[in-house]
């Protein structure tokens, strides 16, 4: 599951994860209050066998351009998105909480947590599914990617094929 939803792109992952969602053998569901860094956040999770994904999706208004902190694994200081489309000393304010930072922070969370005293490990991967097109993505992947980490995150910015139909994510079975 998680070799293929890394074969995924900006244009193919919500396709993915409804088809995914729609497996006999994928549990899907989407939880309340999985963990404290992503209230009130549309999340989903899939798991199939040693396998647990956890999908931020992530809609902000069209055309929104975004800078992304690259200081996301520090769970006592947020990171944060910055309105890219203002000069740089005109940003006070315009800015929200790094959806990447609170995906992180909750992945992180529940690989210790679901794997604690286990024989067998499950493998954990976050995905951040966005609207917002993120100025920095190469360097925000350069950093995914070097992160040393018992888990994997991925981001997919700039989806404009992002439904508000989300129950087809985790359709009822």
């Known amino acids: 599951m998680i070799s293929e939803l890394k074969l995924q792109t900006n244009e193919t992952i919500f396709h993915f994860l409804t088809q995914l969602g729609k497996q006999e053998d994928v549990y899907s569901s989407r939880?309340?209050?999985?963990?404290?860094?992503?209230?009130?956040?549309?999340?989903?999770?899939?798991?199939?066998?040693?396998?647990?994904?956890?999908?931020?999706?992530?809609?902000?208004?069209?055309?929104?351009q975004e800078e992304a902190d690259l200081e996301f694994s520090n769970p006592v200081m947020?990171?944060?998105?910055?309105n890219a489309t203002s000069p740089f000393l005109?940003?006070?304010g315009?800015?929200?909480d790094s959806p990447v930072w609170q995906l992180?922070?909750?992945?992180k969370s529940l690989h210790k947590?679901?794997?604690?005293?286990?024989?067998?490990?499950?493998?954990?991967?976050?995905?951040?599914v966005t609207n917002s097109y993120i100025v920095n993505i190469e360097e925000l992947q350069e950093a995914l990617s070097s992160m040393n980490?018992?888990?994997?995150?991925?981001?997919f910015h700039d989806c404009l094929t992002i439904t508000?139909?989300?129950?087809?994510?985790f359709p009822k079975k």
Not at 78 to 82: I, L
Not at 113 to 128: F, R, S, T, W
Not at 164 to 169: D, G, K
Request: charged letters at 25%.
């Open 113 to 128: 947590l679901i794997n604690k005293d286990v024989e067998l490990p499950v493998q954990v991967h976050a995905v951040l």
């Open 149 to 155: 980490e018992d888990f994997g995150l991925t981001v």
């Open 78 to 82: 947020k990171a944060y998105f910055h």
């Open 31 to 64: 939880p309340e209050d999985l963990c404290p860094t992503l209230q009130d956040c549309k999340v989903y999770v899939y798991a199939k066998e040693q396998e647990l994904v956890v999908v931020l999706v992530d809609v902000t208004m069209t055309g929104t």
């Open 94 to 96: 315009e800015y929200r």
């Open 90 to 92: 005109e940003r006070v």
């Open 164 to 169: 508000t139909n989300f129950s087809v994510l």
């Open 104 to 107: 992180y922070q909750a992945a």
